[in-house]
C-alpha cells in the first residue's frame, strides 16, 4: 500500500511540480489548495496520512493553523511545511506549533522526497524499536519508551514525535554535552541534509513545554558554540 501524503499548497504550479514528484516517488498524494480544504480531506480520510506537507502563506487559514489543528488530531502524522525564507520560520518560531522539519522554496525534488522517505523512516522506527527500559526517569519527569508520554511533576506533557525523540536522547544522556550535529543524527538519521537550525527550532519548542521558564532554561541548557546538555536536577 502506498502512504498517502496530504499536500497543501495555494500555488498550483508548485503544488502540481510536487505532487507529480511525490507519485513518482510512490507515494498515494490527496492535494489541497486551501487549508480548510486540507482538514475536510484529512476528516474524509479519517485521518490516514503519513505526512502532510504545509505551505506557510495560504488564502483563509495559514500553514501554521493547519500544522496546529493537524496536531490535535494526530500525535504521529509528520507534519514538514513549505517556507519561502527562512526567516519566516524565525518570525514565528514560537508559534511553530508541532511540525517535524521544514523545506525552504525553492527546493530540488530529490531534496523534497528524501525529506519525506527520512521522516517515513524514522516515524516507522520510532514504533518499532522495542525500548530497553520501559521508563526514563530525571528530576521530575518521567518518559515512558513504550506509551511514549512525558510526565512532570504528574502532569502530562504533550509531545511531538520529535520532540519525543530529542527528549529521549537527552534522558539517556543526562549531564553530557551533545552538539547540535550528535542531535540531529540521532534523531533526523545520518542521512538527513537539512540545517541544524531544525534542531534549534525543536529544541525552543521542547522547553516551552517542559522547562519552567523557557526563556532561562534549568533542564535543557545551552553549550555556547556547541549544542544542548540536559542538566538534571534531583529534586
Ligand atoms: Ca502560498
Redesign the pocket.
Known amino acids: 500500500m502506498p502512504k498517502n501524503i496530504l499536500v497543501v499548497?495555494?500555488?498550483s504550479a508548485?503544488r502540481e511540480f510536487v505532487t507529480i514528484n511525490l507519485k513518482r516517488a510512490g507515494y498515494a498524494v490527496f492535494e489541497a489548495s486551501s487549508g480548510e480544504e486540507a482538514l475536510n480531506i484529512y476528516d474524509i480520510n479519517k485521518g490516514d496520512f503519513v505526512i502532510a506537507l504545509l505551505?506557510?502563506?495560504?488564502?483563509g487559514i495559514d500553514?501554521f493553523n493547519v500544522c496546529r489543528r493537524l496536531r490535535e488530531k494526530s500525535k504521529t502524522i509528520g507534519i514538514i511545511m513549505?517556507t519561502?525564507r527562512t526567516q519566516e520560520l524565525d518570525k514565528v518560531g514560537g508559534l511553530m506549533i508541532g511540525a517535524d522539519d521544514y523545506v525552504t522554496k525553492p527546493f530540488s525534488p530529490s531534496e523534497l522526497v528524501a525529506r519525506i522517505d527520512a521522516l517515513c523512516r524514522r516515524l516507522a522506527i520510532d514504533t518499532e524499536t522495542a525500548p530497553v527500559s520501559e521508563e526514563l526517569k530525571s528530576g521530575p519527569f518521567i518518559l515512558n519508551v513504550r506509551t511514549r508520554s512525558l510526565v512532570k511533576n504528574g502532569k502530562q506533557i504533550e509531545l511531538t514525535q520529535v520532540e519525543y525523540q530529542i527528549m529521549r536522547y537527552f534522558l539517556e544522556n543526562p549531564g553530557t554535552a551533545l552538539s547540535r550535529s550528535d542531535v540531529m543524527n540521532h534523531v533526523w538519521g545520518q542521512d538527513y541534509f537539512g540545517e541544524l537550525k531544525i534542531v534549534d527550532v525543536n529544541v525552543r519548542r521542547l522547553r516551552m513545554k517542559i522547562e519552567d521558564e523557557p526563556s532561562n532554561p534549568a533542564y535543557i541548557q545551552t553549550v555556547w558554540g556547541y549544542g544542548y546538555k540536559w542538566d538534571a536536577k534531583q529534586e
Open positions: 499548497e495555494d500555488e508548485i505551505d506557510i502563506m495560504l488564502p500553514g513549505l519561502a
